[in-house]
């Protein structure tokens, strides 16, 4: 069923020349307590716009009209930002989500598949938003298909809604807890009813999940730097596998499931979180520099230049080159109107590939060596290009330092990542890759060197490892159930 | 939940100045065996948009895309006709809707309410649209929602696919049966799966529903003339309390309801249906031209001129001029650019109410006694604003012939009406009505009258009447079990 | 220089099954001395609106924000109603046009090419509208361009603004006679300065303009229905060749040409004017009806129903039905929710054709001997598909009767026809049209019944005749210098 | 004259929280030579897109449908990306503009005033676009108004297809020439005709235009960027005062004016050019870098991070670090999904001001003492709010260099600056300065530094400057005669 009122004409076609990139794929955002909440969750939502650019939706509610919504394609700024719009949703309580597509009909969302979604139960209606992904969701759907729920949208984040319609339970929270305990997957998640902001982490807290306070109302957000848009001053993470229930009356701590050992992704703090937030009391930016400084040390070379690929790759290549002593500079610039896509675009347009959004800074670049700083490597058709570009500018050599170690599994915890078969690092090794991608030497931060970067002195316990690291390692703390029925197949102890 | 990507703002405000005509308020067609069906309802719903003008649907189904749905408000001819709409809709099978709006969020009409409903069950999907009322949607409502059903619209319409979707039937006509028996009102509902095209008519048969054939396939629609307009040969009515079952080997008819009598609305030959739709074998234009014979037979008077209220009185005026022998002149010309309604309009524009519609050929009413048709008189305010542009003009005198009985109830069978203290003919006598409305004279037909126009020679039946007429006699052939939950008294016997 | 923002992008596609009318082209009204000017302006162009349905403009000027301006494409009440355009523009003084395509890029309307034309000059601005066309305007621009003129659209109306700016005159008015004495052809103009209400006729009249006053204000509008709209009173026609100029001290009357026999266009009469409007003190309705008649002496017929097709033919018919006896009935029905075109239809659609429009009254016709009323025909593909149409739904004759004598040759006075080889009238007699519809019989009105319909008793004047009927007669009052140029030829004594 | 079909409803409003810098107001680009080169001009746009944002328009010429525009407001990506808008602009030659708004109805800006401009003159016609600014202007336009000519814009750009069109000259480069001789201010140019591509720089050479080879074809643009993004080679820059005109023969060199000493804008080296542009054979990036290491040789401080403030201050704040090794760092974060503007936002949303768009990077802040590195300073607003965020932050101390010195005077050629009143700099000295912002120093850089750091050895030579820097020295090079008669008054021997 692929329409809805001018739905699928604003929604955007997958990137011509950007699928280069992992994709984070939600960001969540919810007040309670402030006058027009609905303002603070866009205003949150806007500075969480990097976790996903393809819609964004909030739903307040207000004593007066009840639970108001609104779901837009596109950027926050362009929709959430007007009177005429945020005056339809009124009152002290309110949650939004930005999204990638991710599970779903991908590259083909419709409006209705944009978070948050919304039930009405018998005692009252609930909506809920989350970032992450339930990996045993086409199951849960065909058992409540078979029981005679009908489902609204493609999104496997509606199977939530429907368990919590058939929870025995009697109050909100406790039938969310209900339905939660048949989920599976990583998922933090807020959620509202007339009267409570709630929030929850999975056990394995792979997903961010920050608590703030504001004035005399409190905030959730999936990042802090949500929270310093709005003036929130930051409280606490929600732990893993807790839920906060939270009302006029203060903030409960509930928890809903087997405690279980912390797995947080270590990917947000080498490419999905914005460097000014704050992640397990660091800051991205300097775990980042301090990525950059490791590698400096596990892979030095001889060079003139160390120069980021902008914008993700800049921390990095600062650290890099305060370590190294080798001079920093912008050898590659970023054309700031690039924006997200475009449109139908012209043959010559999609042909145009990097060059719309990066040129090559040619007076620094000529006659240097030069050591280019990425944040990781996927398919690799980007740094192909971006190390062409380097060459025709007249550098004398390139060398590929990588902040991450190589990509080599898929994320099925709510990162849009290509299946196996693409990743470069599944299917070569590293000077295979070096040879693919024709530079003079390309060289990953090692996984050890990773973990200590974020501050785990003694590098990654194999037997415990303390984040979850599945796209390197190909350990998955939880069984992607449905991948596995459609295929997937697992590390094997061999490899 | 107020809105949808476009939704509300696309969304018509209520009518400022035409809120004195009843409103049909659905139209259903659909086409099963004929390539690209969807453009055949497409052309279909553009011959019965008189029955619904806000909004509208087409589901169709091919084997590539599965289900396929696009609903617009406005016209079926500013969406419904483009090119790069319609390639959203292939297949064989297609049904379409158009609505007026009606139960649900009134005036405040969502995309998400526009039919045709699509629901997934566990042996496939399918979509449902229908004209009607349910009068027990309520209580179904809440029953559903108690047993954990999530409702997605305020459509009580969706009753329907949730009872489909909890019914233990093997096969989704089965499951249909079981889902309509619950059901309580007057409902002709086209629906399909796959591979089947459905017709149902309520067991009182309120609403219209006819078969039609063309070419290798078949179709269903709520009235003849949008057979007419795809060249489809007409074949019979669906019966009342019929289910057609329609596939590429035939048309299977079932009967899922205990019998009735029939009860078919007699205010489609009045007003609702096209003058040249075929209703119970007869042209609702000559039905109408009777009405007028019958009523300058009813309540003659002395004049110069017959003169219709445009565009419906039209027919009656035509018969009471050829019955009376008082010439036929146009005294009222209506604007054919009005349109239907103005969104924002300015103070100024909204002030002009009915001239902005209908200005008087003052040329020709000048000095006349002059007799005005109009098919009925609702709240009274129209006919108030006629009369003054009438006098205005100079006429000598005016009369109104009214080519229905006093409008003196609501219905709950699928048709707008005010509410019953708004209602003229609730409040006040005919001569009252005059007085109010400051004409000469003022005249309804007889209820007998207008059962003799429509073909019941001896009039109308007291102990079973032939027709549902409960607008005019308050004897409601379903009882309205939401509607008196309400607080809605019914008449009684003293009345 | 084919576009402006989204200006060709809003711009309608020729019709694909309309083309068989004339098209008047435009509709002028203005307004001074009245409160938000404008919005009269708004509704005076929506009762104009079958004078040109392409597109509309309007102009005012008030003390602080000086001239303001809106061009839109589509109908008046889709733009011209909304308060958030209204409100821009405000003022006491305001004037507007609404336009199908004449010359200038026809079939390819920009925005700028929409009127009012705004032209500033040393003693301040001036805008003007104008309802006709300049027959000698190719000319003018070339001579115009010659001296360093710079044109800012393709319609030739822009030549007066131009000849305006370089006349020596010391006051707009005294400007507008120069460039209006050095113009050929028919115009039927309003214009305004900053304080000035200005109109003006042709030396012929060929086109109409009419003098109104409202409260303390006046108004000038292209027909009467457009003063009754507003509740202005008809004061009197604006005369050929009269120049009105109004301030708030009242109407000055000037004479800037030398005088003339006048030549008003009676095809007015017959078609373009609406039926309740009055030209030269008679109801065009009445004269209509009584064209109906004089074609009912001149051409009878044994028949059992007269018929209109709809809705320009309806008043004729009328007339016809009531001189000759023979029942009135609508044997065709139009469908309300037409529109004017549709937007890159499907072929399916595209290829409907009439049907969309009209459908047959099949109960009615069946069996009948038809006489089918119409105003006109322009290129007989229309005429065509009504009579299959008729004899599908097995009427047992049918009976053309034409409202005008057969349209032979082009108009260049400002009405959209197509080139002579495509009118049937001229390369056809009677008896091969009648052939060539596959009619019973058809006749059209002769010139001198016409004459007499519309109050020449006496019929046409060969030596001078009273109207301008060129496009039956092939005697073009003024010369079409452009045409000529462009290879038209012109009748000769021989035919 | 406000208004244009959807016009000003795009119309951007004035940006509610970013009017602390300077704006310059065009790019232009041109192509001649290559198949369906307007792509090219589209690709050519977006690279120059720093220079305007508000608006662009794209003239091209092919045989058969003669000279094609499109203007859109808002990005080149947003619409001169589309294939569909793209294919109506056929042709080997084209060109293009992008705006800010400048003279012309300034923050009102409608679609017709947006460039390139069109004239049909008797020989043909011209496309013209220019940057810069015409500096008597108002006198021209009065001039010609008084002689006939009719303006269709507000931008003062328009006189000079008016005064082409005046010109006795008997092909379109002399009419040009003619034109331009009567003209005063800068004007980077470039033009079209059917067959002809052209470019002229003022005598001065205010603005810059250079020369690039690409394929068979040729081009030219505001800046070398531009080349790169469509592979071309850079050949030279046009000289000031040159005229060059480019068939399909190759490029002709014309002189129109009488020679003068070259005055480049020196603020196109600190912010308005892009840092990989090449000005003067030198890299913007490099000659940034160069100022930062000047600033800190000029005016060191104890500091502990040297941290731009993003984006422009990025290259001056790695020089500074390089030249005073203190640690470089990104302490302040950009929202890189900021975009342009909000239209009509919320009250809540307009007072977060800078927020929106940056962050403080809390954590590396925090106890430092920051030196930040700024391009400009021009009312000083936004300086103060990043001050605060930096001292919210925990910032030890603040202390300011900016990378160019104090604006104490308005640009009259081409820049918006505001007017002189509201410069901070023309009202405080240094240490004023320093109070108002409340940081710890503030330090510019000298004029000379400036002039050394852009290659000038000996710093400036104050008799004959090499460079225009009238916004720092109220020294004008063109007197700004429209501004004089409007009350600006220049600076005096004692200033």
Known sequence: MPDDQHGHHAMPPAHPFDDDKLREECGVFGVIGLDQAANFVALGLHALQHRGQEAGGIVSHDPEHGFNSARRFGYVRDSFTKASLMDTLPGLLSIGHVRYSTAGSKGNTQIRDVQPFFGEFSMGGAAIAHNGNITNAAALRRELIERGSIFQSSSDSECIIHLMARSLQRDIPARMEDALRRVEGAFSIVAMTRTKLIGVRDPLGVRPLVLGKVGDGWCLSSETCALDIIGAEFVREVAPGEMVVITRDG???????????????????????????ILGGRSVYETREAIGRELAKEAPVEADLVCPVPDSGTPAAIGYSAESGIPYGMGIIRNQYMGRTFIEPTDQIRNMGVRLKLNVNRALIRGKRVILVDDSVVRGTTSRKIKEMILDAGAAEVHFRIASPPTAWPCFYGVDTPERSKLLAANMTEDEMADYLGVDSLKFISLDGLYRAVGEAKGRDPKSPQYCDACFSGEYPVEPADMIEQGFVMKTAAE
Not at 251 to 277: A, L, N, T, W
């Open 251 to 277: 903030v409960e701590s509930r928890q809903p499931f087997r405690p279980k050992k912390s797995r947080f992704c270590i990917f947000e703090h080498v490419y999905f979180s914005r460097p000014d937030s």
